[in-house]
């Protein structure tokens, strides 16, 4: 008994930080209008889907709303909330646990909640609940089937729920996940273009709202589970999507002569080459400098990038925010006056009709650079260009920020246009891709995350 005994002292502090270690999500139930017999069925999956996971408490009592109380948690669930739950100074709480970082899910019916509140309409983009029909099956359609919050369900994924149609559509304030099929069932009042699953960044923190949860049976179906706990995680993570699969090219296009390697090193004996892994373990590499220049499926605005590289001796490839303003990648060790051709620069615009043709190159403040063969990180805030409602452009692309290797390289560095080599068709654009270059030499490239940011 005294071995046993003292086996359970040794353990508990142990347990205990490892829950302590374990991040936590708050999930508030209040209703002040219509209650969903369903709450508690949504609760009980959540519960199921925390182990080993999160630590999870549920309330329904707007002192939670607290600022001091509110830090605890990585992310807050509204589960089917009604009406004006929360009061002013707890609103004003709840905000700023967003600003700074926070996540919000919200389920269904947190599209009928806090009417009167503009920042919580924000985070529907302004789409508040407006009718409903009956309860009936429906196909979702993603439009970006590699989120994180719903990566495993099917592209056209058929469920049974009640539809929600809104005040109004959200996709002009928000990044569109997925999408109704109204085709497929009996609206009450047709919106079109209904969209159904969407995201919003809110100063550091990410909000994601999902239409689905009217019905008990709702978070008895495991690809609705899945989608719950894959945009709770998804929040947690500060809205970060990791870019580079485990295996294949899911989320990627033009990817000619790459691979998804498992790890990637320079060439000991031949150092202006690249020696692979077996395939498919996260690296994206060009082996032989021959490569398109691979580009994401997913158009990206405002962002924050991190990303990894390496180039092996004599080498050179470059990123390309929104597939048209290139920082570039080059074997620049040890120079001591970098141009914007090397490491960290910003590439030069290019126009034929000049004298010279190439302008407006911006090197980096420092040569951060590593030797050849060396991973190094590239860590970048890049605002996309601003259109009016013509589309003529009313402000310039800009690098918040780039830092290379841990240096900051640029600071508020204003473009006026795409650098060389960009897409060449639109010239510039509110939202486009992640292009990375692979036809200058050998390269690779790993851990790229990025996340969209609030304006």
């Known amino acids: 008994m005294f071995r046993c005994l003292c086996l359970m002292i040794a353990m508990c502090p142990v347990q205990m930080l490892m829950a302590d270690e374990l991040p936590s999500v708050l999930v508030f139930t209040r209703m002040e209008g219509f209650r969903h017999d369903c709450v508690e069925n949504g609760v009980k999956a959540l519960?199921?889907?925390?182990?080993?996971?999160?630590?999870?408490?549920?309330?329904?009592?707007?002192?939670?709303?607290?600022?001091?109380?509110?830090?605890?948690?990585?992310?807050?669930?509204?589960?089917?909330?009604?009406?004006?739950?929360?009061?002013?100074?707890?609103?004003?709480?709840?905000?700023?646990?967003?600003?700074?970082?926070g996540g919000f899910v919200g389920v269904h019916a947190a599209a009928d909640t806090e009417y009167d509140w503009p920042f919580y309409g924000r985070l529907l983009g302004g789409a508040w609940f407006k009718s409903h029909p009956q309860v009936q099956q429906a196909t979702v359609v993603m439009e970006e089937s590699g989120h994180p919050s719903v990566t495993g369900l099917p592209v056209r994924w058929d469920r049974v729920d009640e539809w929600y149609e809104f005040r109004r559509n959200p996709r002009d304030a928000v990044h569109v996940v997925a999408t109704v099929d109204e085709s497929t069932y009996s609206p009450h009042e047709s919106m079109g273009d209904h969209p159904i699953i969407w995201t919003v960044?809110?100063?550091?923190?990410?909000?994601?709202?999902?239409?689905?949860?009217?019905?008990?049976?709702?978070?008895?179906?495991?690809?609705?589970?899945?989608?719950l706990l894959q945009s709770i995680e998804w929040v947690m993570d500060d809205g970060f999507i990791e870019l580079i699969p485990a295996s294949g090219f899911e989320g990627w296009h033009h990817v000619t002569n790459w691979t998804n390697a498992a790890d990637a090193t320079m060439d000991s004996a031949e150092r202006s080459s690249i020696v692979i892994d077996e395939e498919g373990g996260g690296v994206l590499v060009s082996q032989k400098g021959d490569a398109s220049h691979v580009q994401t499926t997913s158009q990206f605005g405002d962002v924050e990038l991190h990303l990894e590289f390496m180039v092996p001796a004599g080498?050179?490839?470059?990123?390309?925010?929104?597939?048209?303003?290139?920082?570039?990648?080059?074997?620049?060790?040890?120079?001591?006056k970098p141009s914007f051709g090397d490491c960290g620069g910003i590439y030069e615009r290019w126009d034929?009709?000049?004298?010279?043709?190439?302008?407006?190159?911006?090197?980096?403040?420092?040569?951060?650079?590593?030797?050849?063969?060396?991973?190094?990180?590239?860590d970048i805030v890049f605002r996309a260009p601003r259109f009016d409602a013509s589309g003529e452009k009313i402000a310039n692309a800009r690098f918040e920020k780039v830092v290379h290797n841990g240096v900051l390289v640029h600071e508020n560095l204003e473009l006026s246009g795409p650098t060389r080599g960009s897409l060449p068709s639109p010239s510039e654009v509110a939202q486009g891709p992640l292009m990375l270059q692979g036809d200058h030499g050998p390269v690779a490239y790993r851990n790229i995350r990025i996340r969209r940011i609030a304006e």
């Open 47 to 101: 519960r199921d889907l925390s182990k080993d996971r999160y630590q999870l408490e549920v309330s329904d009592d707007p002192a939670e709303f607290a600022p001091g109380n509110l830090s605890r948690f990585d992310a807050v669930v509204f589960m089917n909330t009604t009406g004006d739950v929360l009061d002013g100074d707890q609103q004003a709480a709840f905000e700023s646990y967003l600003q700074n970082g």
């Open 201 to 227: 960044p809110i100063g550091e923190g990410t909000a994601l709202y999902t239409a689905g949860g009217h019905t008990p049976e709702s978070f008895d179906e495991p690809g609705f589970r899945q989608h």
């Open 315 to 336: 080498s050179n490839s470059g990123v390309y925010l929104q597939g048209r303003y290139e920082v570039q990648v080059l074997v620049s060790w040890g120079k001591p």
């Open 352 to 378: 034929e009709a000049r004298s010279p043709k190439g302008y407006e190159g911006h090197p980096p403040l420092i040569n951060a650079s590593r030797k050849p063969g060396h991973w190094q990180t590239y």
